[in-house]
């Protein structure tokens, strides 16, 4: 697998650390309650097909990515960084 | 036909041509008491003591594929109880206690090897560590065993003792873990189950559920739809598919999970031997080869098969175990899709619909558990009430801070 970094280009998906769904971008207000933390913290999609996650390039420029990928096939599409992400989707 | 020794005897003298398939391949009927969805080791053993001990005997096993094609038969072969949190421990020590006589149960050959289990320390830390867990065994009932490091190397003679990053410095041998032929395991329950009057239907997917007024009703398939008081699924690796179609929503996350075998080697190891370094284990099988594997890929997946980095780094964890491993030639690999909970331990429950079970979250640890994960499950469906042995196995458990997390890495699955 090869992981398109939007700093560094494509880069060996050795160079990357693995977080999870990129569901964990959008954190609950302090105050939303219980509910909506169990569901944040332990509830996935866990789709077959495309799923948005979160890498973490540790041994590249050390930027937090959001990347689509099919998890069946595991092609990568889209790559942006998380912070432009999380910009994006206010 | 009941199996033993005058059997075969019998048999071969009329040139072994009587024998009989081992189940049947029916025809769904229109309805069932109990459906259990997934013909894989734990779906199997659920629909054997179902019938066996709980007195169900009208129920039907839905397979997509073909029985024992999933994860029962892509482990890694190994049975032990060395689990340390209050709800794993009682449960695994129960599963170990079915497998010493599941072959009679059974009256099926399932290859149980107590040929015991090593947990390897490479600091003083780990090594009280392992002593920890090993009282933590011990008070379960089940065994454990300290070794020095000079004991460590009088046993286990073949590894590398004094590796400068990770010397060994002693085990915890777990005597009556060991490994089962995996394949066995699921045609000896479904024989069983068969034999009992279960219906096993394969090639039969289900593409939905019939609920009314918050009970199920019955499973749309492939082969129509189909009836049922109950249902129960264990699908491990396509939880949140099957679940998605009941409108569950759960804290499973997908993953694939590498093993490994080199060609046939003679006799060199005579037990299991887990590598406290990092996630490697290896044992060798009856036909010689050395079965090993390593961790996760690491990121989510439903493709049956892992990528390259792992298996080097899978290698590299056996060379610097054990140096002569290196002379070996590697012969398969596979990958297996593994339900990863959130707190690394399996759910065993109800759900909020009535009649609907759920049967999940095995990580890579399903294989051990297929017994117990059988009775446990079985016993909930026809009482309705948890049996002992799993009854901290809460789906609601993520919601009220009750989890079971044995390697405290917290909600996240890939590093359980």
Same mark, same amino acid.
């Given at each position: 697998?090869?992981?398109?970094?939007?700093?560094?280009?494509?880069?060996?998906?050795?160079?990357?650390?693995?977080? $999870?769904?990129?569901?964990?971008?959008?954190?609950?207000?302090?105050?939303?309650?219980?509910?909506?933390?169990?569901?944040? !913290?332990?509830?996935?999609?866990?789709?077959? $097909?495309?799923?948005?996650?979160?890498?973490?390039?540790?041994?590249?420029?050390?930027?937090?990515? !959001?990347?689509?990928?099919? !998890?069946?096939?595991?092609?990568?599409?889209?790559?942006?960084?998380?912070?432009?992400?999380?910009? $994006?989707?206010? | 036909?009941?199996?033993?020794?005058?059997?075969?005897?019998?048999?071969?003298?009329?040139?072994?041509?009587?024998?009989?398939?081992?189940?049947?391949?029916?025809?769904?009927?229109?309805h069932y008491d109990v459906i259990i969805i997934g013909g894989g080791g734990h779906g199997l053993s659920t629909a054997y003591y179902l019938a066996a001990k709980y007195g169900i005997t009208n129920v039907a096993v839905l397979e997509r594929g073909? *029985?024992?094609?999933?994860?029962?038969?892509?482990?890694?072969?190994?049975?032990?109880?060395?689990?340390?949190?209050?709800?794993?421990?009682?449960?695994?020590?129960?599963?170990?206690? +079915?497998?010493?006589?599941?072959?009679?149960?059974?009256?099926?050959?399932? +290859?149980?090897?107590?040929?015991?289990?090593?947990?390897?320390? %490479?600091?003083?830390?780990?090594?009280?560590?392992?002593?920890?867990?090993?009282? +933590?065994?011990? #008070?379960?009932?089940?065994?454990?065993?300290?070794?020095?490091?000079?004991?460590?190397?009088?046993?286990?003679?073949?590894?590398?003792?004094?590796?400068?990053?990770?010397?060994?410095?002693?085990?915890? #041998? %777990?005597?009556?873990?060991?490994?089962?032929?995996?394949?066995?395991?699921?045609?000896?329950?479904?024989?069983?189950?068969?034999?009992?009057?279960?219906?096993?239907?394969?090639?039969?997917?289900?593409?939905?559920?019939?609920?009314?007024?918050?009970?199920?009703?019955?499973?749309?398939?492939?082969r129509g739809y189909i009836g049922a008081g109950k249902v129960g699924m264990t699908v491990a690796g396509r939880t949140s598919q099957v679940g998605e179609m009941a409108g569950l929503r759960l804290p499973i996350e997908s993953h694939v999970l590498q093993a490994f075998v080199t060609e046939g080697?003679?006799?060199? +190891?005579?037990?299991?031997?887990?590598?406290?370094?990092?996630?490697?284990?290896?044992?060798?099988?009856?036909?010689?080869? *050395?079965?090993?594997?390593?961790?996760?890929?690491?990121?989510?997946?439903?493709?049956?098969?892992?990528?390259?980095?792992?298996?080097?780094?899978?290698?590299?964890?056996?060379?610097?175990?054990?140096? #002569?491993?290196?002379?070996?030639?590697?012969?398969?690999?596979?990958?297996?899709?593994?339900?990863?909970?959130?707190?690394?331990?399996?759910?065993?429950?109800?759900?909020?619909?009535?009649?609907?079970?759920?049967?999940?979250?095995?990580?890579?640890?399903?294989?051990?558990?297929?017994?117990?994960?059988?009775?446990?499950?079985?016993?909930?469906?026809?009482?309705?009430?948890?049996?002992?042995?799993?009854?901290?196995?809460?789906?609601?458990?993520?919601?009220?801070?009750?989890?079971?997390?044995?390697?405290?890495?917290?909600?996240?699955?890939?590093? %359980?």
């Amino acid at each position: 697998m090869r992981i398109n970094c939007p700093i560094c280009g494509e880069r060996d998906s050795r160079e990357f650390h693995y977080r $999870g769904s990129a569901k964990l971008l959008d954190r609950p207000a302090p105050d939303a309650g219980a509910e909506a933390f169990y569901d944040y !913290v332990y509830i996935r999609e866990n789709p077959t $097909g495309l799923n948005r996650e979160l890498w973490f390039h540790d041994s590249g420029c050390r930027s937090w990515i !959001v990347a689509e990928r099919n !998890v069946t096939t595991h092609e990568f599409f889209k790559t942006e960084l998380a912070v432009d992400a999380k910009r $994006g989707a206010k | 036909m009941r199996y033993s020794a005058l059997q075969v005897f019998l048999n071969g003298l009329t040139g072994n041509k009587n024998w009989k398939p081992v189940w049947r391949n029916p025809e769904p009927k229109s309805h069932y008491d109990v459906i259990i969805i997934g013909g894989g080791g734990h779906g199997l053993s659920t629909a054997y003591y179902l019938a066996a001990k709980y007195g169900i005997t009208n129920v039907a096993v839905l397979e997509r594929g073909y *029985l024992g094609g999933g994860n029962v038969g892509r482990n890694t072969t190994i049975v032990r109880a060395n689990y340390f949190l209050e709800g794993n421990s009682q449960f695994y020590s129960h599963s170990l206690k +079915m497998w010493e006589s599941l072959e009679q149960e059974l009256n099926y050959n399932v +290859m149980l090897s107590q040929r015991g289990q090593v947990i390897l320390g %490479h600091s003083d830390g780990q090594v009280d560590s392992l002593a920890r867990r090993g009282n +933590m065994m011990r #008070m379960q009932g089940d065994d454990a065993e300290l070794w020095s490091r000079e004991e460590t190397k009088r046993q286990l003679p073949y590894l590398n003792h004094d590796d400068p990053r990770f010397p060994v410095y002693g085990a915890l #041998m %777990h005597w009556r873990g060991g490994t089962a032929r995996h394949d066995a395991v699921a045609w000896g329950f479904a024989r069983g189950a068969d034999m009992r009057g279960v219906d096993l239907i394969q090639n039969c997917e289900v593409k939905g559920f019939r609920i009314e007024n918050g009970k199920v009703l019955g499973v749309e398939t492939s082969r129509g739809y189909i009836g049922a008081g109950k249902v129960g699924m264990t699908v491990a690796g396509r939880t949140s598919q099957v679940g998605e179609m009941a409108g569950l929503r759960l804290p499973i996350e997908s993953h694939v999970l590498q093993a490994f075998v080199t060609e046939g080697l003679k006799p060199i +190891m005579p037990h299991v031997v887990s590598f406290g370094m990092g996630h490697f284990y290896l044992s060798q099988s009856d036909k010689g080869g *050395l079965v090993f594997g390593g961790d996760l890929d690491m990121y989510n997946s439903y493709a049956q098969r892992g990528n390259l980095p792992m298996v080097e780094h899978v290698a590299e964890a056996g060379m610097a175990l054990m140096p #002569m491993i290196g002379k070996a030639k590697m012969l398969r690999s596979w990958g297996g899709i593994m339900d990863m909970s959130m707190d690394g331990t399996p759910i065993i429950d109800k759900t909020h619909i009535d009649g609907f079970f759920l049967n999940c979250g095995w990580c890579y640890g399903g294989f051990k558990a297929v017994p117990a994960s059988g009775d446990c499950f079985a016993h909930l469906i026809s009482t309705g009430n948890h049996h002992k042995a799993a009854d901290k196995f809460l789906l609601s458990r993520f919601e009220t801070g009750h989890v079971i997390d044995e390697t405290g890495n917290g909600a996240t699955p890939n590093l %359980h």
